[in-house]
């Protein structure tokens, strides 16, 4: 953990703890409790009294738990039991549709885990008139259906569907039968079936090898996890409301450098008026070689389309101004494996990371017939790309030679630009954008893009300052 930025993988943590609390070694042992093997017996009188009162059906005898079924070994005092000799379970079933209503009438009714929390079950808004298959507060409830093997609490009566099962412990603490099954999550789905929706049935579920404490221990067991789970909750807690500052104070410190105001302008520095004319040049030298081709003019930029003032030596211009060239990138077919795999590093949106302003690696690679045989352009290092669909805004810096794919653009800069300052900026620019389901930018709006440029020496300046107090940050 890393707690100068408050980094850490909860979820991780949280399965440790899980871990060693069914090993038996988050809370010790006492050698004045009931060891399990008593519970056991208490428990089986109670099972034979049930089933001579009629409340439960006589089950047939599981088979024994085999040494290899034993995933690690417990305390002494402990035992290895299955399920079923310990909890009832009771399967959900579908109810017909014609009992099935959204004006409240009957029971609350749960088809699978739509509504499931990280504890407890919220309410659904579908009811049904049948009871056959109705649950309470004293069961466990068990995702079954796609996905399997995820379990909440319930704190009222319920209408199980066929994608939940019901689970309720015979003489044995609820909320520590609930710790274990949620620490049994890749046990149930290595259990599963199905190739397109994965379920398990019943007997997976009654089979299932539990290792149970001796009574008094099963609850300082869930005392501990509870206290241990709402401390990480406050730690992620804390890392969020952390990140959200963070997030503010780097917007801050960019909105201030965009404005002029985060270093001091020097009259001595040239003027960004000068700097333009010289981009303008050498432009216009690199078309009369043949090494790019020519722009068409971008539209002059009106008074009102400026959102706030800058220093008078700096200058408002569009993006496509200051750029020499831009390079889009496409994809090899992904039909065929002959363009994949080779040792071509090929880039896409999701190695341009939020916040990341270097890319030193990638997930994928093409061949050179793929380079050739689509619309992928090889990119040389240290080059910004920038991203043109879906997480439009984020820009990087290739540290590597690489192609990039469609949703992906290269910015070829001028010498009179300094590249840092624009990578810093980028993503605190006014990108007008469109698309309802995912975002795009197309090549004219980044091209026309306002801009507030200053002179070549507080560009510099401006970027290391950043830097400095994105560190800090």
Request: aromatic letters at 8%; a neutral charge.
């Amino acid at each position: 953990m890393e707690t100068n930025t408050l980094e850490f993988d909860a979820q991780a943590l949280r399965e440790k703890i899980l871990d060693l609390a069914m090993r038996g070694k988050l809370v010790p042992q006492d050698p004045n409790d009931e060891p399990a093997s008593v519970l056991l017996e208490k428990i089986k009188a109670e099972k034979e009294q049930l089933i001579k009162d009629k409340k439960i059906k006589k089950s047939k005898p599981l088979a024994p738990i085999a040494d290899d079924e034993k995933p690690f070994d417990i305390p002494d005092s402990w035992e290895w039991v299955r399920l079923e000799d310990v909890a009832k379970i009771e399967m959900g079933q579908a109810p017909k549709s014609n009992t099935v209503n959204q004006v409240g009438n009957g029971i609350e009714f749960h088809q699978g885990k739509t509504e499931f929390s990280d504890e407890f079950i919220k309410k659904s808004n579908k009811f049904t008139t049948l009871n056959n298959k109705v649950v309470n507060e004293d069961y466990i409830l068990m995702a079954v259906r796609a996905p399997v093997g995820d379990v909440n609490l319930l704190d009222r009566k319920i209408y199980i569907g066929r994608g939940l099962a019901g689970i309720k412990g015979y003489k044995i603490d609820k909320n520590y039968l609930f710790r274990y099954l949620m620490s049994e999550k890749a046990y149930y789905e290595s259990h599963s079936s199905g190739s397109t929706f994965k379920a398990i049935n019943g007997n997976v579920i009654k089979d299932t090898p539990v290792p149970l404490p001796p009574l008094e221990e099963q609850s300082r067991i869930a005392a501990k996890i509870a206290q241990l789970f709402a401390l990480l909750r406050k730690v992620e807690s804390s890392t969020q409301q952390y990140t959200k500052l963070q997030d503010l104070l780097k917007s801050k410190v960019l909105d201030l450098a965009m404005r002029g105001k985060l270093v001091e302008q020097d009259p001595h520095d040239e003027p960004a008026s000068v700097l333009l004319e010289k981009i303008k040049a050498e432009k216009e030298q690199l078309v009369k070689e043949g090494k790019i081709k020519k722009s068409k003019p971008l539209p002059p930029i009106a008074d009102e389309e400026k959102p706030f003032d800058i220093p008078d030596s700096w200058e408002w211009v569009r993006l496509g101004d200051v750029l020499l060239d831009t390079i889009g990138g496409g994809t090899p077919s992904k039909n065929n494996s002959k363009f994949w795999n080779g040792k071509i590093p090929w880039i896409s949106v999701k190695d341009v990371h939020e916040n990341h302003y270097e890319i030193t690696s990638t997930q994928d690679s093409i061949t050179e017939l793929g380079l050739k045989n689509s619309a992928t352009n090889f990119i040389t290092a240290n080059t910004l790309i920038v991203v043109m669909r879906m997480a439009v805004g984020r820009i990087a810096v290739n540290t590597i030679d690489a192609c990039i794919n469609q949703d992906l653009r290269a910015l070829i800069t001028s010498k009179y630009l300094f590249d840092k300052y624009l990578l810093y900026i980028y993503s605190h620019l006014n990108f007008e954008t469109s698309g309802i389901t995912v975002k795009g930018m197309k090549i004219n709006s980044l091209l026309t893009t306002l801009v507030p440029l200053p002179p070549l020496l507080e560009q510099s300046k401006i970027s290391a300052k950043i830097k400095q107090l994105f560190t800090l940050i």
